[in-house]
């Protein structure tokens, strides 16, 4: 009993204990990492199910940080413990330098092992039932360590500022090498196509519509009252097979009209009605994701849908290309024109188009613009920030952004012309 009480009382004790508990907490969060990964790419039933996992995997890209912070915690506290228990056993030897370096190459040996290798082969194939068992504690010291994540974020924000770092903008889920890593992928195994189209797949949930959409001012759409010699000029100029059918304007579509339905009508040409050979268009929200998009239009055989902004009208169109694009790159042909949402006149002065989504704005001018995730293009933030449709040439200040209104309609702004002021000049006077 003497000699138990002496082992249990001794420091040596104390650090191999510290030691395997830290080593199992760095395995464990590594294992949650791929574990929480492969839940949110792969939509598992069980992150439905469990409100516990369910939070854990709500919002993912923050929850992987705090884990990556823990891990990486563990690994300095390891060394640290592991150093201090080599010290005590051979501080005496007269080879205390070469046991030192054998022992911390055995010691990054073991610990790649027990903290990376296996705990990624378990989330691999026991994600579920390793989640179940893990997801309290995690969720205990992930809560612990949050506020530290959010104060790093937050340094880390203020030195971009200080420094004129380029953004780095929180995805919506983790990068993606970590997904393909937790899914088992091997990146050095693939040929470069292939890895590309891996990542970008793994990114489509993190695309919404409205950053691939064609914006409402570029659609080239037909009107009911249209002759069909206009309605022929029009698809001859723009060189597009699919159009979408209006009653006016965009925000009154009725259908959508293919070419190929005006060239099969075998009755005299003069005498067609584009309704009567209209087809069904499908409408989706500017938030849906890339993904889930392609799913949609898959599903309903359409090429073509019409994207409705955060007030209901009609934002513009996407089409299956456009959607694809995201997966495989740019698909042009000899019909394609480059065109942009935003024109610099002249220095800080751009011509922009209100349907200009803010993250194209916020790139294009090198300013940081408003976080409500309600509001997706530059007119939207226009509109919210007034409380109303403004008039056309009136003026108002939106943090550095002078902006004049040049188009608007009743539903939306169409066009601003912005003049974008110093950083000094940013502050008003207060009179």
Known sequence: MNILREVLLSDLFWFVVSLLAVTGIHGTFTAGIHAVVRLHTTSADIVRKDPRIK??????????????????CCSIVSGFLFYNLVYNLFSGSHAFRGICLFAFILFIFVYFLLCEMMPRSISLNASERFLRMTVT?????????????LLIRFVFSRLQRI?????????KIPDAELQLKALGVELDDLQPMTRTFLENALQLQSIDVHDVLIPRNKVVYF?????????????????????PLCKGDLDHCV?????????????????LRLETIKRPIISIEWNVTVDRAIERMLRTEMHMALVTDEFGGSMGVVTLENLIEELVGDIRDEFDKEESNIVQLSE????????????????????EMSDDEDVSTLSGLIT????????????????????????????????VKVRLQEEEEEEPSGE
């Open 348 to 367: 800080n002065v751009f011509l922009i188009s209100g349907l200009t989504p803010l993250h194209d704005v916020e790139d294009a001018l090198n300013i």
């Open 137 to 149: 504690w995690m969720l205990l010291i992930r809560n612990i360590v949050y506020p530290f994540v």
């Open 223 to 243: 009107d009911e009252e249209d002759a069909v010699s206009e309605v022929l000029e029009k698809a001859k100029s723009c060189g597009h097979t699919r159009f």
């Open 255 to 271: 259908g959508l009209i293919h070419i190929k339905d005006i060239f099969r009508y075998r009755g005299p040409i003069e005498t």
């Open 384 to 415: 919210s920030e007034l409380g109303r449709i403004p008039a056309k040439d009136e003026r108002m200040q939106i943090g550095r952004m002078e902006i004049q209104v040049l188009q608007v309609d009743k539903r939306r702004v169409i066009s």
């Open 163 to 171: 420094f004129r770092l380029p953004d780095v903008v929180v995805p």
């Open 55 to 72: 939070k854990l995997a709500k919002h993912a890209e923050l929850n992987v940080q705090a884990m990556r912070f823990v891990s990486v």
